[in-house]
């Protein structure tokens, strides 16, 4: 296992959630010392004590040992690209565009909305986070919070998720629509 990135991971990811040093090592049991050497590389730890980090950070053990290099970019190239994941009976499929999770508030996908024929959702959506969507191709209607909107290729809107929202198909032509799932 190399240190330096495995450190370099739990000082990013507790960055990202605007954590310090302290807040971790209290919930973890251990002195900030001991976590300032575990985010430095410069000690290695018991497998309990990155047990207890994973937890306070909100990952998998798995995740945090996993030797790979975590990268600034992310390019991923179409045929790369895991394909459509959901069942288009429910309403839509969707595909994730850059899985970055772990370090980014942002989770772009593309979102392909059943064809009104095949379409058998009529129970709206919430989550947590906020939700920007882009029209990429055809036409939706964006029901949310009780209103119903008309959207075409081109048209953007941005969204509390926390509302009920859903996508409808407006015709029997598959809509795709560029989401992006922002966590605040």
């Known amino acids: 296992m190399d240190l330096k990135n495995l450190g370099h991971k ?3 990811l507790r960055l990202r959630q605007k954590k310090t ?3 971790i090592a209290d919930e ?4 900030k010392s001991m976590l300032s050497k575990i985010e430095n590389g410069q000690t290695a730890s018991a497998v309990a004590t990155l047990s207890k980090i994973s937890e306070a950070l909100h990952v ?16 991923q190239k ?10 288009v009976h429910m309403g839509y499929s969707y595909e994730l565009l850059a899985n970055r999770s772990q370090f980014s508030s942002i989770e772009p996908t593309i979102v392909h909305v059943t064809p009104k024929h095949r379409n058998l959702r009529t129970e709206t959506y919430t989550h947590l ?9 055809g036409s939706i209607y964006l029901f949310y919070d009780g209103g119903n909107y008309y959207m075409e290729k081109g048209d953007s809107a ?10 409808v198909p407006v015709n029997d032509e598959e809509a795709q629509v560029l989401t992006c799932f922002i966590s605040i």
């Open 10 to 12: 739990i000082k990013e």
């Open 78 to 87: 179409r045929s790369q690209r895991k394909s459509q994941i959901g069942d």
């Open 158 to 167: 941005y969204f509390k998720g926390e509302k009920p929202h859903l996508f």
């Open 60 to 75: 998998s053990l798995s995740w945090l040992l996993d030797d790979k290099i975590e990268d600034s970019l992310v390019l």
């Open 21 to 23: 040093q302290q807040q």
């Open 129 to 137: 986070q906020d939700e920007f969507i882009y029209i990429l191709e």
């Open 28 to 31: 973890c049991g251990i002195s």
